[in-house]
């Protein structure tokens, strides 16, 4: 008769066990563990008295066989399953919560790095764009989530349409680009700086930028900051004396930015100055090779000391030949513009030279350069 009882515990056991399985409503909580550890105890309480020690041995191995035989059916049909559910899957849900935790973490320290830069930063993913409390602040943007439409709306036209023909010729082999634009903010026009660069996702573009302002007044740590660092007149007239003791030889060239005044009347001095900044940096990286001899003579004529002879033969075919190394045409979005500068070209040294005649000569071939029946625009002195 105990036998009757024991097939009946282990098959209530087992339909227990299936039922489990086929309603799927919850997690996986060990539930068949507590249900074998229930079976053996009950077993064991059951035949205490009536059951010999051997019956219940077996009537243990067999709930043990049970068990074991269920564990591998279980997972054998897991194996081959396709469509595998959540309930099996539950050691795979902890991980995949521990792995959004990380990356949430990481994506808030990511954006607590970039808040502490200088520098504006966007991410733009079709026509959404993201950007740093910083990037909306100089750009006049209320949110930092927004759309491309909301960027174009501020941009000047004309440096719009350079900006998407900027964006459309970037490639793969070529996808970082520089670019400056305009924006109305608070009905005033700031110019930005934007370097970016393209992500290929597959065939989806995306596209990260940092962006600067060139509004020296209240951002000076821009392109335009060679004006604020030049060192003036008398810096150049100390450099020419300890030269002139060294018994060194170099050319002085007075330059004058002739027509920045038209441009500071057209479209601002904040634009004249940066149009002067990007001439004098391109002019130093071409014809000198430090930072110790350019100089700020007054607003818009400067002292350019060029020591190395090799450079100055590079100066002296740039102005006899087409001029294109020194008058240069700019592009800043929508508008091009075009320095044309007025040098005057003096060398030393030669016996009893003074700095100051040096400079005497260089000021003369200047103001002979400006003369309307001149015909160029650059003036040795004395030169035959």
């Known amino acids: 008769m105990e036998y009757y009882i024991v097939l009946a515990i282990i098959g209530s056991w087992f339909i227990y066990g299936i039922l489990i399985k086929l309603t799927k409503k919850r997690k996986y909580d060990y539930s068949m563990i507590v249900a074998f550890v229930f079976l ?13 020690s051997f019956y219940y041995l077996v009537y243990s191995y067999s709930t043990i066989a049970v068990f074991a035989f269920w564990v591998i059916i279980d997972n054998v049909i897991l194996l081959f399953k396709k469509n595998v559910s959540e309930f099996d899957f539950y050691d795979l849900e902890q991980e995949l919560e521990h792995v959004s935790g990380s990356f949430e973490l990481l994506r808030r320290r990511f954006i607590s790095t970039i808040e502490l ?61 520089t670019i400056k634009y305009r924006v109305k903010k608070e009905n005033e026009t700031v110019w930005i700086i934007e370097t970016g660069k393209m992500i290929f996702i597959g065939k989806k573009r995306s596209y990260i930028t940092t962006i600067k302002t060139m509004d020296i007044r209240l951002f000076p740590d821009t ?106 045409k700019m592009q800043f979005g929508g508008v091009s513009q075009t320095i044309f500068p007025n040098l005057g070209i003096s060398e030393s040294p030669y016996e009893g030279k003074t700095p100051d005649v040096v400079y005497r000569e260089a000021q003369e071939a200047l103001s002979l350069s400006l003369m309307d029946s001149f015909d160029k625009s650059y003036c040795f002195f004395n030169r035959k």
Not at 40 to 52: H, K, N, R, V
Not at 143 to 163: A, G, T, W
Request: no cysteine; glycine share 8%.
């Open 223 to 328: 392109d335009v900051d060679v004006l604020n660092t030049l060192e003036e007149s008398k810096k150049m007239y100390q450099e020419m004396q300890k030269m002139s003791r060294q018994k060194q030889s170099y050319h002085l060239v007075i330059i004058q930015l002739t027509n920045i005044p038209m441009i500071n009347e057209k479209y601002g001095r904040d634009f004249g100055d940066l149009m002067m900044g990007e001439y004098l940096s391109k002019l130093r990286y071409k014809f000198i090779k430090d930072n110790k001899s350019l100089f700020r003579i007054s607003g818009i004529k400067f002292g350019l000391i060029v020591k190395d002879k090799g450079k100055f033969d590079l100066l002296d075919r740039a102005l006899v030949g087409t001029g294109e190394l020194l008058t240069l």
């Open 117 to 177: 830069l200088n520098d504006g930063i966007s991410f733009r993913d079709d026509d959404n764009m993201f950007g740093t409390n910083r990037y909306i602040e100089v750009m006049g943007i209320k949110e930092n989530d927004f759309k491309y439409q909301d960027l174009q709306s501020i941009m000047y036209k004309d440096d719009l349409v350079q900006y998407e023909i900027k964006l459309e010729k970037l490639t793969k082999k070529y996808p970082v680009y």
């Open 40 to 52: 053996l105890g009950i077993g064991y309480f059951y035949f205490l008295d009536s059951f010999e």
